[in-house]
């Protein structure tokens, strides 16, 4: 059970860097924008494509050649020992090479499937290569930290409230707990006796600090409604049951500090400064898409991007 409003699970990643900023990376994340870019590792010498660590019937594998194979099957040697992961990756490539000479052997390279898709390979490596070039490689430190501090500056300040509360299922027990309250009744074990929330019964109904949206409508209004150590004199009602609430501070909400959304930041400039140059490349483009139904499809898709 849970007293905050469902959209609050998205409070926690810092609700003031925006909630504009916030909430266009959450948009972003299932389209077709580039994967969010890590953070930089340190810098390493390039691999030597002229040192050789294998042939095969007299080809060469490099270094480079190892480096490349490592990255693209990252995913599948995860889960191996960092000694085993270059040797897993050298035998990857050995069998690559014996069979891709075995396909050629028979022709494979010929076939008109494989040279469609070869092209359409070589189309991604491009596309990859573009966004290397002209999209991640430009969004710069420097760039994260202003959009940071422009964000920072166009957030309106926001108000939060710490609050404990105590739920019961119906209003004469909500009542009855008033009462006690009303006699000099302390909150804490009240709620630690009574509370339904199974959160709170060793906490006396402790909900910590919260802001605008993160709790059920109902409950927000009459929480934020309080004064500094009051609580409320007629029960609130939720779909969750009936609130006792008491207030015991209020205070400006804080921002998330910089090293905190940093990586969200770089992931929406990314998405951003990508779809700009797609849209770019279109205005200027002739595309045609034959199928009626298929083109509104596109379209409609495109002005949610």
Known sequence: MSIKHPRAALAGIGMAVGISVLSAIGAGAQETAPAPATPAAPAQAAPDPATVVATVNGQTITQADLA??????????????????????????????????????????????FERRMAFLQQRALHSAVIDSEVSSKITDEAIRKRYDTEMSNT????????????VKTKEEADAIIKQLDTGGDFEKLANENTTDPSGKATGGDLGYFGPGQMVPEFEKAAFALDVGAYTKQPVQSQFGFHVIKVEDKRAQQPPAFDQVKDQIRSLLLRENYFALVKSLRDTAKVDIADPALKTTVEQMEKQQ
């Open 156 to 167: 309106p300040p926001v108000n939060e409230v710490k609050a404990r509360h105590i739920l």
């Open 68 to 113: 490349l194979a490592e990255a693209d099957l990252d995913q599948q040697f995860a889960q191996l020992p960092p000694e085993q992961r270059r040797a897993a990756a050298l035998s990857a490539v050995i069998e690559i090479r014996l069979l891709a000479s075995e396909a050629q052997a028979k022709g494979l390279d010929k076939d008109p499937e």
